[in-house]
Each structure stands twice: as C-alpha cells, then as structure tokens.
C-alpha cells in the first residue's frame, strides 16, 4: 500500500463533472415509524408495487426507501419535484453536510492521500460547495483567465450566483426492525438512500464553452480522467435541447482530453432509471473509454439494454457470481472496453482481456487498493491522510470470502477464459460502518488510480 501511495504522490489527475452537497440522515427506528404512521403502510405498500422510478411526492419516496429497507441494498432516486424538495427539508434535521457527487468525493480523497495534482471541474461552482473541497494546495479548479488556463483552489474560484445542488441521504444500518402493518422487517445489511436531485439546471453534463479549447491541455498534463454524472441527463430540456446534444458535448471533450496525450478514462457508471436514456450514454459514452466501474445491479441494467434479458434476469433474481462473470464478458467486447472493474458487498472484479500488460496478480492488487480504502473510509467516516490506511488493513476480508473464491473458480471452469484475464477479491467488509456513502467511488478511485500506477511502471 505504501509503494502505491508514494507513486500517488507523483500523479496528476481531472476529474469532472458531479459535484453537490450530501445532507445525510441516520435513521433510526423512530424515524421510520413516523413515516409509516403518517402515509398508512397499505398506501406505503400499493406503492411499492407501483415502484415509482421518480420521486414526485413523499410517498413516492417512503415507498422506495421501505422497500430499500427491505433489501438492504443502497438505492439512488431520482427527485424531480420542488415542492416534494421542500417538504425534506421541512421534515428531516439532517445529521450532518458534506461534500458529495462522485467528484466530490474523488477529488477529497485523492488529494488526501497526497496526490501530486488532483483537477476536479464541475459546470456549477457554488461557494458553499466550494469550501467543501479539502483546502490543500493539490486539490484545483481550472479557470481560464485573460485566454490563459489557470489552476485555482475552489475556494477561490466559486461563482457567487452559482446554484447549490443538495441530495438527502438516508444512512440505515443493518438489524434495525420496524413494522409496516402486520409484516415485520429486518434490515438485512447497512446501506444508504439516496435522493438524487434532478432539476434541470444540473442536468448539463458540458464543459463550460471557455474551459473547453484548453482540454487538450489538461489531458497532456495529467495521468488519467475519471468521468461520472451522466445519470444526471434528461431527455428533454426547455431551452428546446435534448440528451442527444449534450452527449454530442460529453464525446467532444473525451476527444479533446485525449488530444494531445493518450490519457485512460474512467467512467464511473450510476443507475440510469431511464431505459432509452441508458442506452444512450452506453452507446455513446462507454466505447470511447478505457475503463468503466459499475456494480452488479448496474450490470443487469445494461445487460438489458444491450438485449440480453435472460441473463439480465438472473443476475437481478440469483445474484449468482457466474452470472455477473458472464455478463461482465459481454460488456467488455460489445462495448470495446479496456477494462471493466465490477464492486459488490461481498466481492470486487477487474475483466480485461488477455493482453493486458499487467499481470493477474497485479490485477488483484490493484483490487486490494480499492476495498482498502473502502474500508478505510466506512471505519472512519473519511479518509483525511494517507495514514488512515492502516485502519482498512486491519479490517477482515468479509466471512463469505471462501465462498465467493470457490464459487468464482467453478464459474472459470464453466466457461471460456482463454482470451481474459479475469480476478476476483472477497471485500474488507466493516461490519459497523460510519457511513456507506461513496464507498463505490473510493473503491472505483483506489483501484483505478493503482491500475495506471502499475501500467506506468510497467512503461
């Protein structure tokens, strides 16, 4: 871990384009009691059979947070109503604020663990987002000035009128117990509800028309890009635009990051509850990429899209890792990906093909880095040096471990690997954690950036 860190210290990184403030709730059984008393558990559970795939009023979101409960499993919504966003705050002290959107956590975690440059650029720079970045001098905004790229620290490069973009997430913890009529639940595992703010002014995922032409000059002052916030798109927008326009200008600056230098992209992919509008970006974005980070519901919605249901089918029903392991081949050739990183709760995967020029023992290492980190950052809250890794090395590979191995060298057995490399890691799993936001993003972030540390190595 230490060998990594020290190369860190030596990358530049961009990142771009989600950043928001995270307004997060710890909930607790009275919370939840409250919500059922006053929406009425039949109405709570005619509208989970409805599975409302947008927030418009609260029971659309008491509904997809119960049955988020029930699962265990963290879930993203999309809220798209400015009254039903006034009644959370109205409803819900939040617990705490903190930086949130997948740039927002990256770029503080990046810079904490000493990065030599990290660039984190979003089209909506409010101040109170700004001071939420970590004050260190590696962590910068790019600005052009006088024609001129400048890099600045966010704090001195917010815009006064900029909009604040706010998500609510709900913390939940494993074995809290509630009643919804006469059924009684237990939470299953820890998790998280997030209730994504989709209002139209955050939805243009661009690089402002200034910055643009000095892309090419990013890209050939950095080691990578992680790119992520497409989930945000809509498909129509009432200036009279739609997602085919903005998805033109996300492909633009992919080719201009990668000008002047062959940079790898990562994508971070996030639920897309829109099935035309997944495709869209799958199509568009995906092939132009070197990596993608998803996790295995994720898997199954593209799966879908890209016209094999069945299979998609049984990952959502089984959950079963030779299902995951064949869908992520799939991906990787029909999407012409260099790499597919795939983060579960019980286990992380790296698909590549066979001439990938690092080996699978370093695959798995790159791996190790991430659940590490993850680890990490839920037995703290936040990873604020690199130090704080210690504390993830001392957290156990979760008890399934074996299973998932054993099971994961079955699936080998059954299919064709010749032309992959294919490894897989049990998670360092903390079975009390602080907080379960942004750990896909450390994971995806810790293993990405170990990935080009070791390709570098290897040049």
């Not at 392991?325 to 260099?338: M, S, T, Y």
């Not at 690092?358 to 936040?382: F, H, I, P």
Request: glycine fraction near 6%; charged fraction near 30%.
């Amino acid at each position: 871990m230490m060998e990594f860190i020290k190369d860190f210290q030596r990358m530049n990184i961009y990142l771009a384009y989600n950043v928001n403030v995270d307004a997060i709730v710890y909930l607790n059984e009275k919370h939840i009691e409250n919500l059922i008393k006053e929406f009425g558990a039949e109405n709570i559970k005619k509208r989970i059979d409805e599975y409302p795939r947008e927030i418009n009023e609260p029971l659309d979101f008491v509904a997809r947070l119960i049955h988020a409960l029930k699962t265990g499993k963290p879930q993203a919504v999309p809220l798209v109503s400015v009254e039903t966003d006034r009644w959370f705050d109205s409803r819900f002290k939040y617990d705490s604020e903190r930086i949130g959107g997948q740039v927002g956590v990256i770029a503080n975690l990046l810079a904490n663990l000493d990065f030599n440059k990290v660039i984190a650029y979003s089209p909506y720079l409010g101040k109170k987002q700004a001071e939420m970045f970590v004050n260190k001098d590696n962590l910068l905004y790019p600005v052009v000035e006088e024609g001129k790229l400048v890099l600045k620290k966010p704090v001195e490069a917010y815009r006064e009128n900029d909009p604040v973009k706010i998500n609510r997430i709900f913390e939940f913890r494993a074995g809290t117990r509630f009643k919804l009529g006469n059924e009684t639940i237990e939470v299953p595992y820890s998790g998280r509800f997030i209730v994504a703010s989709r209002f139209e002014e955050f939805a243009r995922i661009e690089t402002s028309p200034e910055l643009k032409p000095h892309l090419p000059e990013i890209g050939e002052m950095v080691d990578g890009a992680i790119l992520s916030g497409y989930q945000g798109l809509r498909k129509y927008y009432s200036d009279g635009k739609d997602a085919n326009y903005y998805l033109r200008k996300a492909k633009e600056d992919i080719k201009l990051l990668k000008k002047k230098k062959d940079i790898k992209i990562h994508v971070e992919f996030a639920s897309i509850q829109d099935r035309e509008l997944r495709k869209k970006v799958i199509y568009n974005i995906f092939p132009l990429v070197d990596s993608v980070g998803m996790d295995e519901a994720e898997i199954a919605h593209i799966l879908s899209v890209l016209g094999y249901r069945e299979l998609s089918d049984r990952i959502f029903t089984y959950n079963r890792i030779e299902d995951a392991v064949l869908g992520a081949k799939i991906l990787l050739d029909e999407l012409n990906l260099e790499i597919l990183q795939v983060h579960t709760i019980y286990y992380l995967m790296y698909i590549t093909h066979s001439d990938n020029p690092l080996s699978e023992e370093e695959l798995m290492k790159s791996l190790e880095v991430g659940t590490t980190l993850a680890a990490a950052r839920a037995s703290l809250g936040d990873i604020k040096r690199p130090e704080d890794i210690k504390v993830g090395l001392s957290v156990p590979f979760n008890e399934k471990g074996e299973y998932v191995k054993l099971r994961f060298e079955e699936a080998k057995a059954k299919m064709r690997t010749r032309e992959y490399k294919i490894v897989i890691i049990p998670t360092r799993l903390v079975k009390n954690p602080v907080s379960t936001v942004g750990l896909g993003d450390t994971i995806s972030a810790g293993a990405f950036a170990s990935y080009l540390s070791m390709l570098r190595r290897k040049e």
